[in-house]
T-cell receptor, first 109, second 112 residues
Framework: DGGITQSPKYLFRKEGQNVTLSCEQN?????MYWYRQDPGQGLRLIYY???????QKGDIAEGYSVSREKKESFPLTVTSAQKNPTAFYLC????????FGPGTRLTVL | QKEVEQDPGPLSVPEGAIVSLNCTYS??????FMWYRQYSRKGPELLMY????GNKEDGRFTAQVDKSSKYISLFIRDSQPSDSATYLC????????????FGSGTRLQVQP
């Protein structure tokens, strides 16, 4: 059963904490992406990776970090430097077209 | 000015109506155009993908691209209550950064 999985589905963060969101794909795609979605808004690009061990900042990378040690995995860390982290986070991967995971909803307590 | 403009709606139509959803864009370098459907609290799912001007049809859905006007549309025929969702247009460059640039999404409600 091919696809993209994200975990956890819901995540709560206290002020000053770093949290890591997981993204795994078994579609054999080289490229992976992280987007952020706020209520009533489209998706904004945080980071993307076109190949293992390489990644680039997107439009809103401040306060986030990523790694790409394996083709299948692209975890996103939301650091304490991100001042407004409450949002819906979506991971995607692409071959010819881009497919999305189910998302992680992050809430700051 | 945003690179991609999309009317946020909400758009409410009766079951069976033809729905027209639209986006305009400013970057003439965009070459690939997509429409995604997103149900509440779910990830977007790809509906239509096209890379040329003209029409592309898939069942009840037709995607239209007019590159000269920088305008794309999605038409839904015989709309159903299950079509109620947010529809996102997206587009990308032909090379280099292939990440998508999204419109803000149009919320559609189909009334039974």
């Amino acid at each position: 059963d091919g696809g993209i999985t994200q975990s956890p589905k819901y995540l709560f963060r206290k002020e000053g904490q770093n949290v890591t969101l997981s993204c795994e794909q078994n579609l054999n795609h080289d490229a992976m992406y992280w987007y952020r979605q706020d209520p009533g808004q489209g998706l904004r690009l945080i980071y993307y990776s076109q190949i293992v061990n390489d990644f680039q900042k997107g439009d809103i990378a401040e306060g986030y970090s990523v790694s790409r040690e394996k083709k299948e995995s692209f975890p996103l860390t939301v650091t304490s430097a991100q001042k407004n982290p409450t949002a819906f986070y979506l991971c995607a991967s692409s071959g010819d077209t881009q497919y999305f995971g189910p998302g992680t909803r992050l809430t700051v307590l | 000015q945003k690179e991609v403009e999309q009317d946020p709606g909400p758009l409410s139509v009766p079951e069976g109506a033809i729905v027209s959803l639209n986006c305009t864009y400013s970057n003439s370098a965009f070459q690939y155009f997509m429409w995604y459907r997103q149900y509440s609290r779910k990830g977007p799912e790809l509906l239509m993908y096209t890379y040329s001007s003209g029409n592309k049809e898939d069942g009840r859905f037709t995607a239209q691209v007019d590159k000269s006007s920088k305008y794309i549309s999605l038409f839904i025929r015989d709309s159903q209550p299950s079509d109620s969702a947010t529809y996102l247009c997206a587009m990308s460059l032909p090379a280099g950064r292939r990440a998508l640039t999204f419109g803000s999404g149009t919320r559609l409600q189909v009334q039974p």
